[in-house]
Structure formats: structure tokens, C-alpha cells
């Protein structure tokens, strides 16, 4: 019990020097995601998650397996940040998914799952560059993000580790830079890789994410930063799995 609580002492304070340091780095009109990062294994088995981005942000999302070997997944974001003088950012997303995830190994501890989506996204970032004197930019975007995901992890009684790559692409619907459309190439393909890890028995897990997204090289081509920035993400939060409700000890295995 004292080694569980300790190691979720130190899950928390690595969560929050993460995130004191990302809420440092700069802001692009496109926010990237952690996003669902499931573990169900069997039909009939839902996850229900709850992220915070310390300082910045909230996410949370939901999987259901209605059939074996299908995911069903939802998830909704939201940022904000205070203002300050002349810097505003705002954004929130929802998007809506459909996967596939086989386990294997002896004792089917490993897990692989495939899932793609689309969603609606609106993001408004207002600051003054570099300098006193420098203008005002004011970016006003909307834009649909469409994904594909590709997650292996392993998972026993107790935790789960894993790693997930996303490649995202944006449809922008409004894109304005102080009311003009930017005259800059805009990168609207990104690349994630995102890792997470998770801690808890029975119904109730911790859930520690991080990863970045960056621009691929042939979006990657305008000098304007807020429209091809690489982005790093780090969050903390807890995964609610309501078929673990009643079972006590371990969680029940595939057969």
C-alpha cells in the first residue's frame, strides 16, 4: 500500500513539473490532443477517462466495445489560458471514432488496437510578438481534424504501459490572421507520438500521458511559427472502467 502511494506521489509531481514547463512554451493555432488511449479487451467493456493538462487544459473521453474486436470512442478538449496584457489563447474539440484491438501473448497481458476519427475543432490565439512595438496577431481558426491511430500496450493486474502514434489531418474551414487570410503555407498534417502509463486495481485507474506533434517536412514549409509548430502535450487524470464494478482482485481475462 505505502509502495502504491508512493509511486503516485511521484506520478503526480512529474505531472506537474511537466506541465509548469510546457505551459512555458509557445502556442500554435493548431492544439494537439492526447486523446483515448483504450485498454478494453473484451465486448461489453467500456473506459470512461478524465485528463487535466495542469494550467491549461481538460480532456476527456469515452471507448465502448459493443462487439468483439470493435471500438467505439468519443472525446471532447477544451483549453484555456489567462489573459495577460495582450495574450489570449482558446480552444476546444470533439471528435468521434471507430477502431479495432486484438490481445495476445500467453496470458493476453499485450494489447494492439487501430483507430480513426473526425472531429470539429475552434481555436483562437491573440498575442503581441516579440517586442513593444511589434503588432498585435490575432489567428481565429476553425478547423476538422481527421485521424489515424495505431497503439500497442501492456497491461497485467495492476498497471498498463503503452506508446501511440497519430498522424492528423486538418480541413480548415476559417483561418484569418487579424481578420486576413495568412499568406504563409500552413502545415495541416501532424505527426504524435504519445506515451502513458497507468496505476490502480479494480474500477478506478491513474493515468499519466505525455508525447509532442510536430508538422511532417512537406507541411512544415511557412516561417509563420503559430501555423506550423511543433507542440508538446503532458497530462494527468483517471480512467473509470464501470465492468470492474462488483469484481474484486484481479480484472477479468479473455478466454
Same mark, same amino acid.
Given at each position: 500500500?505505502?509502495?502504491?502511494?508512493?509511486?503516485?506521489?511521484?506520478?503526480? #509531481?512529474? /505531472?506537474?513539473?511537466? $506541465?509548469? *514547463?510546457?505551459?512555458?512554451?509557445?502556442?500554435?493555432? @493548431?492544439?494537439? !490532443?492526447? %486523446?483515448?488511449?483504450?485498454?478494453?479487451?473484451?465486448?461489453?467493456?467500456?473506459?470512461?477517462?478524465?485528463?487535466?493538462?495542469?494550467?491549461?487544459?481538460?480532456?476527456?473521453?469515452?471507448?465502448?466495445?459493443?462487439?468483439?474486436?470493435?471500438?467505439?470512442?468519443?472525446?471532447?478538449?477544451?483549453?484555456?489560458?489567462? #489573459?495577460? /496584457?495582450?495574450?489570449? $489563447?482558446? *480552444?476546444?474539440?470533439?471528435?468521434?471514432?471507430?477502431? @479495432?484491438?486484438? !490481445?495476445? %501473448?500467453?496470458?493476453?497481458?499485450?494489447?494492439?488496437?487501430?483507430?480513426?476519427?473526425?472531429?470539429?475543432?475552434?481555436?483562437?490565439?491573440?498575442?503581441?510578438?516579440?517586442?513593444?512595438?511589434?503588432?498585435?496577431?490575432?489567428?481565429?481558426?476553425?478547423?476538422?481534424?481527421?485521424?489515424?491511430?495505431?497503439?500497442?500496450?501492456?497491461?497485467?493486474?495492476?498497471?498498463?504501459?503503452?506508446?501511440?502514434?497519430?498522424?492528423?489531418?486538418?480541413?480548415? !474551414?476559417?483561418?484569418?490572421?487579424?481578420?486576413?487570410?495568412?499568406?504563409?503555407?500552413?502545415?495541416?498534417?501532424?505527426?504524435?507520438?504519445?506515451?502513458?502509463?497507468?496505476?490502480?486495481?479494480?474500477?478506478?485507474?491513474?493515468?499519466?500521458?505525455?508525447?509532442?506533434?510536430?508538422?511532417?517536412?512537406?507541411?512544415?514549409?511557412?516561417?509563420?511559427?503559430?501555423?506550423?509548430?511543433?507542440?508538446?502535450?503532458?497530462?494527468?487524470?483517471?480512467?473509470?472502467?464501470?465492468?470492474?464494478?462488483?469484481?474484486?482482485?484481479?480484472?477479468?481475462?479473455?478466454?
Amino acid at each position: 500500500m505505502i509502495s502504491r502511494i508512493s509511486s503516485l506521489q511521484s506520478l503526480v #509531481v512529474l /505531472g506537474l513539473c511537466g $506541465a509548469l *514547463f510546457f505551459h512555458l512554451m509557445g502556442c500554435g493555432v @493548431y492544439v494537439p !490532443t492526447l %486523446g483515448p488511449v483504450s485498454m478494453v479487451q473484451q465486448r461489453g467493456q467500456a473506459e470512461v477517462g478524465a485528463i487535466y493538462r495542469p494550467l491549461t487544459m481538460a480532456e476527456a473521453y469515452a471507448v465502448y466495445s459493443p462487439v468483439k474486436h470493435l471500438l467505439v470512442a468519443g472525446s471532447a478538449s477544451k483549453l484555456w489560458r489567462p #489573459v495577460s /496584457g495582450d495574450t489570449d $489563447a482558446t *480552444f476546444r474539440q470533439a471528435d468521434v471514432g471507430l477502431g @479495432y484491438y486484438t !490481445t495476445f %501473448g500467453s496470458r493476453q497481458h499485450w494489447y494492439v488496437s487501430g483507430l480513426g476519427g473526425y472531429g470539429a475543432a475552434v481555436s483562437n490565439v491573440r498575442y503581441q510578438a516579440e517586442g513593444s512595438l511589434s503588432p498585435i496577431k490575432d489567428y481565429r481558426a476553425r478547423y476538422n481534424p481527421a485521424y489515424g491511430q495505431i497503439q500497442i500496450g501492456f497491461q497485467n493486474d495492476v498497471c498498463a504501459l503503452g506508446t501511440a502514434l497519430r498522424l492528423t489531418n486538418l480541413h480548415y !474551414t476559417t483561418l484569418t490572421l487579424n481578420g486576413q487570410h495568412p499568406t504563409e503555407p500552413v502545415g495541416d498534417l501532424y505527426l504524435g507520438t504519445y506515451l502513458y502509463a497507468r496505476l490502480g486495481r479494480g474500477p478506478i485507474q491513474f493515468q499519466i500521458q505525455a508525447g509532442a506533434s510536430r508538422p511532417l517536412p512537406s507541411a512544415a514549409e511557412g516561417t509563420e511559427y503559430e501555423l506550423n509548430t511543433s507542440s508538446p502535450a503532458f497530462g494527468i487524470g483517471v480512467v473509470f472502467r464501470p465492468h470492474l464494478l462488483g469484481h474484486k482482485g484481479n480484472a477479468p481475462r479473455i478466454r
